[in-house]
């Protein structure tokens, strides 16, 4: 009754004069509806309002389209880029046949997720650190038609214009192709940009500690926010790209999350830092390899074995595995090591904190429905403290280095997603425990995203008449 009773002072306090609903699909996109500020009650909060769930996809038959969205009063915030004041807050879905959660909403699957962990004993808290990357560009055009299909995308940052005379002058500071990691101005041409969203997302209620340039060109970049659980966390990320989107928007920019826009260059990633606690105790720390406890390796082990059916969720589109190959920083190889950027899973330099204890996942892509992303690597992570599962040995040599026989011989990622939908279809028992995710669930997901790889597959590709046309 606090919360709601705040989200109220919130707008009295603030003259708020729309309350926006907002939950997101499976795709991991926010869906909204707008009210006058004058609709909202007491019993909004406990019984919901109705709407159409039929018309999101891969959801409710239109037989039984009528389902609630109910709003989290702890959610509450005011939309920075509203003209007129407006409330923010993020619903759960209930089905209104018996009340209950709706089995396929993913904010759901985040709580059962994190209520799971604590029934088993295991932990109280599980703490989650997702790193977005993401590009910002000047201008994107593309076209899929049945006689015509294209994209291009042009920067003034881009390492393709250093010999282009630009209507607004040329100024020569470009970084090149994987030149931009932590470039400075005048190279780094986006700093305030990024200076403007991390100053936007502090004021929503995001803990935001750096910003920086990263690898590829063209203005890829990162903005750094602290850990959070991962209900919190996933609404935060959802947070995050809204704000990214429509701060370059007010730039004259465009962002986008795309895994791999640019060939020939670095992808975007979103390595999920991530920990289990227990009593205020960090479980990760111990006296096992660099500093992890037996729980924080048998932790990796169930990543590494359901990583495959992991990728279905972190790495939900065609897209994803254009950036999972060898050479470009991404982390194809299913292992783990200290500071070792070229595994799947790293361990990062914490210092003798045994506090900052913690794994990084490093797979993972900003496309990842958040809730549900971090929830499969939090079953599977569970799955392996249950069962012991061993890791293995960490190998900490540069792994792009080995030659190809010998990363053959190691076990990888999934090369499309195609083959992450049939390892997940094959491997989900881990997933169903303590009923966090469920076959219904779990099968309309799939049954989604395989429409994406039909679509793919079903249509010619530019690269196809460079390479085929003249045949």
Known sequence: MDAIKNVFKLIEENDIEFVDFRFCDFNGKWRHITFSVTELDEKVFQQGLNFDGSSIEGWCP?????????????????????????????????????????????????????????????????????????????????????????????????????????????HGHIAGMKGNYFSLAPVDRNHDIRSEMCSVLRKIGIDMHLHHGEVATAGQSELGMRFNTLTRKADEVLMYKYVVHNVADLFGKTATFMPKPLAGDNGSGMHVHQSLWKAGKNLFAGNQYDGLSDTALHYIGGIIKHAKAINAFTNPTTNSYKRLIPGYEAPVILTYAARNRSASIRIPASGTSAAAKRIEVRFPDPTANPYLGMAAMLMAGLDGVKNKIDPGKALEDNLYARSADDVAKLPQVCGSLEEALRNLDADRDFLKEGGVFDDDMIDAYIELKSEDVVRLNHTPAPIEFEMYFSA
Request: aromatic residues 12%; hydrophobic residues 35%.
């Open 62 to 170: 239109i037989n039984k389209s009528d389902m609630f969205y109910v709003p989290d009063a702890t959610s509450a915030f005011i939309d920075p880029f509203m003209s007129h004041p407006t409330v923010v807050l993020i619903c759960d879905i209930v089905d209104p046949t018996n009340g209950k959660p709706y089995n396929r909403d993913p904010r759901g699957v985040a709580k059962r997720a994190e209520q799971f962990a604590k029934q088993t004993g295991v932990a109280d808290q599980a703490f989650f650190g997702p790193e977005l990357e993401f590009f910002l560009f000047d201008d994107v055009t593309y076209s899929a038609k049945p006689n015509e299909s294209f994209h291009k995308i042009d920067a003034s940052t881009g390492a393709w214009n250093r010999g282009t005379k630009l209507e607004e002058g040329s």
